[in-house]
């Protein structure tokens, strides 16, 4: 086995470590009827947030070592477009998810009683939304590192 093919190993465990319990994320609180298992909800997505950080981090590295090892990776449109896509789904976070969570978690935190109250409705309404939109961006890079279309 080679460097390279010891990364793209590496690479393709990251996609499945990361990008797999990041798709699920959505529908684990979407199931919660009470309180008491929204804030579970939310604790295993925080749980799982650490997988999907590790398997991006790892993803981003091995696929620019690749793209180091093999500098034509960056004449190749499909290579250009994941990784600008993949950055973009990084931009997310700090720019779209995190100050649409943040009111989430204080509700959690600071509201009484097992009723979900309505304005979380909204509230998770307005964070699925982009969540939605990065993972469809996921699922056009995947889709592009398999296919290789250009």
């Known amino acids: 086995m080679t460097f390279y093919t010891f990364l793209v190993f590496i690479h393709i465990f ?12 959505i529908y684990i609180v979407t199931k919660a009827s009470t309180m008491t298992e929204l804030r579970h909800a939310y604790a295993i997505r925080n749980r799982l947030h650490i997988f999907v950080m590790a398997g991006g981090t790892l993803l981003l590295i091995t696929g620019l070592w690749m793209g180091a090892l093999n500098p034509a990776l960056f004449r190749a449109g499909w290579y250009v477009l994941s990784l600008t896509l993949f950055l973009i789904a990084l931009g997310f976070g700090p720019i779209a998810l995190s100050p ?5 978690k204080e509700l959690l935190k600071n509201h009484s009683g097992d009723e979900i109250p309505a304005e979380y409705d909204a509230l998770a309404k307005k964070l699925f939304f982009y969540e939605r939109i990065e993972n469809v961006i ?13």
């Open 138 to 150: 996921f699922l056009v890079v995947i889709g592009l590192m398999i296919t290789k279309p250009f």
């Open 100 to 104: 649409r969570s943040k009111p989430i």
């Open 14 to 25: 990251s996609a499945i470590l990361g990008m797999g319990p990041g798709f699920v994320m």
